[in-house]
DNA sequence: TCCGTTCAGTTGCAAAATGAAACCAAATGG
DNA sequence: CCATTTGGTTTCATTTTGCAACTGAACGGA
């Protein structure tokens, strides 16, 4: 890499106007995604990351850069002057509603009937409730019963 | 491309047990989630989601074959014998809470203050309020309140 | 202190995905 | 019937990804 890369960041939003195709350029790949998961499940290490993922390990690094770079993850010095550590910062905690739906279509529609798969539990070891647009007044939303409106 | 080319698919999961990673493995790139977004805001034809993502021809080909094939998309006959186009199934119109966490997500951290972006509205032209975990008493739930228990 | 190991990368290279542009055939429109 | 539009496909150059081998700084123990 040469010495003078501070450039590689943004060369430009795919769809400056639209949030979604912004958070899409930031984290809407496979492995930033899997990143993300494994921090708010107690991923710490540069290894935590690579053993849970099985990402390769030179774009390990370079996801864990942009995802620093991007402000979704720090690193943070362990208590006594051990080794580095990643940790998810406050827009990083945010994604967690993203997660959550992600991880609950999955459970809907990209399991067979029968098969098994990893659940999020809160404290008491109870599912989390799926997760559904609604109204200010409660009703449930969907993709039918609402619009983008351009530019507000 | 060969005739027979029913593969593709699916060269087996990256993280079969995990909903967040199949999740991912069908809609965790930036061009499915943004002919997704397109589609529920009223893409329908081809054209349609070239010029609103601006993605090349040969690509949005693939992944509207790709969409298909796992059941987001299907091809269905316009009423007067017109062209194909393409809708949402009910697996597709669920993914809609995703699109809304991405968004909301993007306005709160992928904006500088004062940047103007599109906004999700209902009928009445009201902003979508914010979608947070909840648990089932209705307390609010972050990565920090809630573990992945495996294979359950 | 010396030695071995682990960690966190980097480097080199091959394979796959992406993108731009040209090409093409079936529908549609006039 | 002809021109245009639509919905692709093909070709080729560029980028990204992945694998494997290598490196160098930190520990950790004898």
Redesign the interface.
Known sequence: MAPDDTDRQSPAW??P??????????V???WS??IV?DA??GARSFTDFQQR??IARNILTERLRRLTAH?LLTQVDAPSGRRRRYA?TE?G???????????????????EAGE????????D??R??D??????DGSP????????????
């Open positions: 795919t769809d106007d639209c949030p979604v195709a912004r958070t899409a350029d930031l809407g790949d496979r995604l899997l998961r708010m499940d993922t099985g402000g998810l827009a905690k945010d994604l967690f509603p993203v997660i959550v739906t992600l991880r609950q279509w999955g459970e809907r529609h990209a399991f098994t798969h990893s659940v999020l539990v809160d404290g070891g109870t989390v409730p997760l559904r647009p609604a109204g200010a939303l969907t993709s039918d019963t609402t619009t983008v409106r351009r530019r507000s």
